[in-house]
C-alpha cells in the first residue's frame, strides 16, 4: 500500500511544499481525534480529495490513510499515518501536515505520537453518540500536550435522516454536545488549578485555549467550531452563514458571527436583536441555518422522481448553485442532496481555513509548548548553550541549533525493484529476506536539517552530560510524508513535519536528534493506555526460532507501545494495550517481519502483589550469613494518595531521582517532589520522607524502602541519591556516608528492588508496599567475606527473603487491572447485558438512557481477566443490539485472601452469596494459573474426589 513518489500529482504537490515549508508561519500541524467510528478517517479523505489526490466522490470510501490491509479489512484505523496538504487561504499558500490517528482505545499510543508531533486538533464528535469515553481520553492527551482544538460536530445529516429532529431539537442537541465538549475543558483546567501547573498561552496571545470562561473553549462565535457531515461532504462554522447574510441584513459579518449562536432572536420589522424571544420567534442559529439545511434534505426526501428534480432545482437557483441536473437525477436521494451541499457548502473549504485561521503555526505554538515538550532545558550546564537551544526552540528558528524529534518508527513496505534497489529507503533488518525498512516520522522544532549532516542521536532517557546515550550519525535520506508515499526532499526547515530514513538500528522506538553533544533530550510520551494484555510465542517449527527472534525485535521498533521481553522460562512474550492490537501483532509477525508458524498462548493478564494491614504483626528478623548484620523490617500498605501521585508524576520523578548534582533538578521535578512531600505530610507520613532509601520496583514505583532504624545512626538517613534531591528542595544535607555505610545501603536497596520487582504470590511486580527497616545491628565476626562470599551478595539475598517474609506475614491481596467498559445497547436486550457483566464480576456503575432513542449506555469496571470474548458473547447473547468499548481505568485490589478456605460450618454460613471473588477464591485461581504458566510449584489436589470404581456389565 506504501509506494515511492517520482512523479504525478503526488510529486507535484510535494516539489510545491517543500518551497512553501520554508517559511514556518505559513505551516500548520495538526491531527485528527475522536472515539471509533465518528469519522476522521472519513473527513481526512474528504481533506485529501481538495488536493486532487483521490476523487471526491471516493471520498470516505478508499479510506485513503488507512494503508494496511487489516485496517480496510476492518474498516478501523489502526497506524497514524501523515501527509502533507496545500491550501490557499486568501490568495496565501499554506503547507498543513494532516496525522489521521486512531479512535480505538488498543491504538491509543498513536494518538500520543500524533499529539506530539502537532500543534492544533480537530476534535470529531458524533451527532448522536455525543461525548464519548475515548473522546474524553484523546482530548485529555492533547491538553497535556498543550494542542490547541477545534470541535468538529460530525454526522448532522443523521439527525434529519435517522433521528428525525427537527431544527430546534437539533440545535438543543448540538448544544448540548458543545457544553460537554467545555465541560471537559473545564475539569482539565480544575485539574491543574489545584496542583498549580497553569497553561501560559493566555499570556502569550493564543487564543481559545485559556479563554475567558464565561465564553467557554469551544464557542462557534470565535469559529472553533464547525458542522458537518463528512459523508455528504459538507459543513461550515457561524461565520461562512455571517458572509452570506451580512449584506442582506446590513450587519458586520463578526457582528453575524456571534448573532448566530446562542439565544439570540431577531426582530425582522425593526432589524433589531432580542436577548428574549417574542411569541413565534426562534433562535438566529434555527432560523437562519439549520432550516435552510432541513430544506434541502427534505426537498430530497420526495419519492416522485420528477417532483424531487423540481425541489431540487427550486433550492440550487433559490442558492445560487450550478449543479448539474444529471446530478440531482440519480436515483440515491442522498447522492443529489450531497451534491447541493458540497457546492453550497464545502467541508474541505470549512475545515482547512479553520486550520489556517484557527490553529497555531509552529513559531507561536512552540513558545508555550516548551515546556511540557523539553523540561530538561534547564539542565544544560552551560549557559549560553543553553540559552541559544531555548531560544531557537520558542522562536521555531530554521537557522538555529538541529532539535529533531522522532515520535515513532515507521515500517515502508516498498515495491520490489524500486525504492530498495534504488536505495531510497534502507532495509533495517539482519534477515535477508526480510523487507522491513523503517523511515523515522519526525517533527523538527529548530534548525534545517540536511542530507549528509552529521547529528547526533539522544536515547529517550539521555540526559545532558551523558555521553553513554549519544550515537553519532550521518543524515542519510529526508522525505516528505505523502500518506501511502514518501517523497524525497534534501533539506526540512524548522517546523515541520518528515521522514528520516538510515536510523532502523541506531533509534529504537523514539529519539531526539541534534547537532549539540550537550543538548537536552525531549520528554517521553506519556501513553493513555498500558500493556496489559501478554501473549507467548514460539515457533510451530523450533528451527525458525532465530526468525521469530529477528521477528520480535522488527515488531518491537515498529509498535510504539508493544513490549517484547523474554522470560526466565523461556518463552518470547509480547504484551498488548488490548485483544486487537495483540491479534494485529500476532498477524504482523506471521505475515510481515518473522515470516512463521506461531504457536500463541491463550492471553496472559498482568497482575501487582499488595498487602493490606489490618494490625502488624511482628517485625521479620534477618540474618546475613556469615551473621554479621541483623535486618528487622516489617510490611506496610502506602496510603493510596501517595500511589496517586507516584504514577501521576512518574517521568518528573523518574528525573529526580537520577540527577547526579542538585543544582540540576529540574521545575517539574522539583514540583512533583513538593507534592510527594506533601502527600507524606496529609497521610501523616513525615517521619518517613526524611529516610527513603529507595523505591521501587526498577528504581521507581508506588513501593518503598523506609528506614526506622534505632540504635546505629549511620542508618538513619537517606541514600546518597535521596539526599541529593532533599539537598536541591532546601531542606538540610545529611553527612556523606563512608564507603562501609555505603555499600551496606546499596546492597540493602537491590535486594528490596529484587523483591518489589517479584512478589511470593506468583512473581508478579508488588505496587503499594512500604518495606520499614526497624532495626540494623552489627556484630563483629572473624570471617567477613571468604567463607560465605562478598558481604554485598548475602545482604542483598537476605533482605530479598525479608521482605518477602515480611509481605507474606500481613494481608496478602492480589491486585488486577481494571477497564472501564462502556456498552450501547437498545432496551430490547437490557437483561441480557446485565447477566452478562454480573457472570464477569463487572461493577456496574451507571446507566444512562440516549436522548431520542430507544438506547442506553451502561457504564461499569470490568476486570481485564474477565474481558476476553466480551464482544462476541454480548453480540450471540443480545443478536448484535449490544456493542463494547473497553478503556483501562484502573489496578483494583481483589478484596480476598487468596490463602482463605473455609473451614468450619459458621464461616459457610456467614459466607456472603454474592461475593463472587471469596465464594470462588478468584485470586487464588488467577495465582495457580500464573505459577503454573511460570513453571513456579502449585499446591493442589491431583485428586478432588476420590470413589469407588464402577464397572460397566455391559462390554467386556
Not at 523515522?440 to 542530507?451: A, D, L, Q, Y
Not at 521482605?803 to 506475614?809: D, G, I, N, T
Request: glycine share 6%; net charge negative; proline share 4%.
Amino acid at each position: 500500500f506504501l509506494y515511492f513518489i517520482e512523479g504525478g500529482m503526488d510529486g507535484l504537490i510535494a516539489s510545491q511544499i517543500t518551497g512553501i515549508q520554508q517559511d514556518a508561519d505559513k505551516i500548520r500541524n495538526f491531527c485528527m481525534l475522536a472515539h471509533v467510528d465518528h469519522g476522521k478517517t472519513t473527513l481526512s479523505d474528504v481533506l485529501i480529495s481538495s488536493n486532487g489526490l483521490i476523487s471526491s466522490a471516493l471520498a470516505g470510501k478508499v479510506r485513503y490513510l488507512d494503508c494496511r490491509e487489516d485496517e480496510q479489512e476492518k474498516l478501523i484505523t489502526m497506524k497514524a499515518s501523515t501527509i502533507a496538504l496545500k491550501h490557499v487561504h486568501e490568495d496565501v499558500p499554506h503547507v498543513l501536515n494532516l496525522i489521521d490517528s486512531p479512535g480505538h482505545v488498543d491504538f491509543s499510543c498513536e494518538v500520543s505520537t500524533a499529539v506530539r508531533l502537532s500543534d492544533g486538533a480537530f476534535l470529531l464528535v458524533d451527532a448522536i453518540d455525543g461525548v464519548a469515553t475515548q473522546t474524553r481520553a484523546v482530548l485529555q492527551q492533547a491538553y497535556r500536550e498543550k494542542v490547541k482544538c477545534c470541535l468538529v460536530i460530525n454526522k448532522i445529516d443523521l439527525l434529519v435522516t435517522t433521528m428525525n429532529q427537527d431544527p430546534v431539537t437539533a440545535y438543543q442537541t448540538l448544544s448540548n454536545i458543545i457544553q460537554d465538549a467545555n465541560v471537559l475543558m473545564a475539569s482539565f483546567a480544575n485539574a491543574d488549578a489545584i496542583t498549580g501547573e497553569q497553561l501560559q498561552e493566555k499570556t502569550i496571545g493564543v487564543d481559545g485555549l485559556d479563554d475567558d470562561k464565561e465564553d467557554g473553549w469551544f464557542e462557534p462565535s470565535k469559529g472553533n467550531v464547525i458542522f458537518a457531515s463528512s459523508v455528504d461532504g459538507w459543513g461550515f462554522t457561524t461565520r461562512d452563514f455571517a458572509k452570506i447574510y451580512s449584506a442582506k441584513l446590513g450587519w458586520s459579518v463578526n457582528a453575524l458571527t456571534k448573532a448566530l449562536w446562542g439565544e439570540w432572536f431577531l426582530d425582522m420589522k425593526n432589524k433589531k436583536l432580542l436577548p428574549t424571544p417574542k411569541p413565534g420567534m426562534q433562535p438566529m442559529c434555527v432560523k437562519f441555518i439549520l432550516q435552510q439545511i432541513w430544506k434541502v434534505y427534505s426537498a430530497a426526501e420526495v419519492e416522485n422522481a420528477d417532483e424531487r428534480l423540481a425541489k431540487l432545482l427550486k433550492v440550487t437557483d433559490a442558492l445560487g448553485l450550478r449543479v448539474k441536473e444529471n446530478v440531482l437525477k440519480k436515483k440515491d436521494p442522498r447522492s443529489a442532496v450531497a451534491a447541493v451541499m458540497n457546492a453550497w457548502l464545502p467541508l474541505s473549504k470549512s475545515v482547512l481555513d479553520a486550520a489556517v485561521t484557527q490553529l497555531p503555526s509552529p513559531e507561536r505554538a512552540q513558545a508555550y509548548r516548551m515546556t511540557r515538550l523539553a523540561p530538561d532545558l534547564q539542565l544544560i550546564a552551560n549557559r549560553e548553550a543553553r540559552e541559544t537551544i531555548e531560544q531557537g526552540l520558542t522562536v521555531c528558528n530554521k537557522k538555529g541549533d538541529i532539535m529533531i524529534y522522532i515520535a515513532k518508527m515507521l515500517d515502508v513496505e516498498c515495491l520490489p525493484g524500486t525504492a530498495l534497489q534504488a536505495g531510497n529507503v534502507e532495509v533495517d533488518a539482519d534477515s535477508e529476506d526480510s523487507t522491513a525498512a523503517f523511515v523515522g516520522v519526525s517533527r523538527i522544532f529548530s534548525g534545517t536539517i540536511r542530507k549528509g549532516m552529521t547529528v547526533y542521536v539522544m536515547e529517550p532517557k539521555h540526559k545532558p552530560g551523558g555521553e553513554d546515550t549519544i550515537k553519532p550519525v550521518i543524515v542519510e535520506q529526508l522525505f516528505l510524508l505523502m500518506g501511502r508515499g514518501l517523497a524525497p526532499v534534501d533539506e526540512v526547515p524548522a517546523g515541520s513535519i518528515f521522514g528520516i530514513g538510515g536510523l532502523g538500528k541506531t533509534v529504537l522506538k523514539s529519539a531526539t536528534l541534534s547537532n549539540r553533544k550537550d543538548a537536552c533530550g525531549f520528554s517521553q510520551m506519556v501513553f493513555q493506555s498500558a500493556a496489559v494484555i501478554r501473549m507467548s510465542v514460539e515457533p510451530k517449527i523450533p528451527s525458525d526460532l532465530e526468525r521469530l527472534k529477528v521477528g520480535l525485535a522488527l515488531l518491537n521498533k515498529a509498535d510504539p507501545q508493544v513490549e517484547v521481553s523474554y522470560a526466565e522460562s523461556g518463552e518470547h512474550v509480547i504484551a498488548t494495550a488490548g485483544e486487537v492490537h495483540a491479534e494485529r501483532c500476532i498477524r504482523d509477525l506471521v505475515t510481515r517481519y518473522a515470516k512463521v508458524e506461531l504457536n500463541v498462548s491463550e492471553p496472559l493478564v498482568s497482575f501487582k502483589e499488595t498487602v493490606v494491614v489490618a494490625e502488624h504483626k511482628k517485625a521479620t528478623v534477618i540474618t546475613s550469613a556469615n551473621k554479621q548484620f541483623t535486618i528487622a523490617v516489617k510490611a506496610h500498605d502506602v496510603p493510596a494518595s501517595i500511589v496517586k501521585c507516584i504514577e501521576d508524576n512518574e517521568a518528573d520523578l523518574r528525573r529526580a531521582m537520577e540527577i547526579t548534582d542538585p543544582s540540576q533538578l529540574s521545575e517539574s521535578s522539583l514540583k512533583a517532589l513538593n507534592e510527594l512531600k506533601e502527600a507524606f505530610e496529609e497521610e501523616k507520613w513525615t517521619k518517613y520522607w526524611g529516610s527513603l532509601w529507595a523505591m521501587g520496583p526498577r528504581h521507581l514505583g508506588s513501593c518503598m524502602l523506609l528506614s526506622d532504624a534505632k540504635g546505629d545512626d549511620r542508618f538513619k538517613g537517606p541514600t546518597e541519591q535521596w539526599n541529593k534531591s532533599m539537598i536541591a528542595m532546601g531542606m538540610e544535607a545529611n553527612e556523606e556516608d563512608d564507603a562501609d555505610t555505603r555499600l551496606v545501603k546499596d546492597s540493602i536497596v537491590a535486594g528490596f528492588q529484587m523483591a518489589a520487582d517479584k512478589g511470593p504470590l506468583c512473581d508478579e511486580p508488588m505496587m503499594g508496599v512500604a518495606f520499614v527497616i526497624e532495626s540494623i545491628t552489627e556484630e563483629e565476626v572473624e570471617t567477613k567475606d571468604n567463607v560465605y562470599g562478598p558481604l554485598s551478595g548475602q545482604l542483598m539475598s537476605s533482605m530479598y527473603s525479608g521482605c518477602r517474609q515480611a509481605f507474606l506475614a500481613e494481608g496478602k491481596r492480589l491486585v488486577e487491572p481494571v477497564y472501564e467498559c462502556n456498552i450501547l445497547a437498545s432496551n430490547l436486550c437490557h437483561g441480557k447485558v446485565y447477566e452478562v457483566l454480573k457472570k464477569r464480576r463487572a461493577e456496574i456503575v451507571d446507566n444512562i438512557p440516549q436522548e431520542g432513542t430507544d438506547g442506553f449506555t451502561v457504564i461499569s469496571y470490568l476486570p481485564v481477566p474477565e474481558s476476553f470474548g466480551l464482544a462476541d458473547e454480548l453480540r450471540i447473547k443480545t443478536s448484535g443490539h449490544a456493542t463494547p468499548n473497553l478503556v483501562f481505568s484502573h489496578w483494583s485490589i481483589i478484596d480476598a485472601d487468596p490463602f482463605f478456605e473455609r473451614r468450619t460450618e459458621d464461616e459457610i454460613e456467614d459466607l456472603d452469596e454474592t461475593d463472587v471473588a471469596l465464594i470462588s477464591n478468584v485470586p487464588r485461581t488467577l495465582i495457580n494459573k500464573v505459577r503454573k504458566r511460570k513453571g513456579l510449584h502449585v499446591e493442589e489436589q491431583a485428586v478432588q474426589k476420590a470413589e469407588k470404581m464402577k464397572y460397566s456389565t455391559r462390554g467386556g
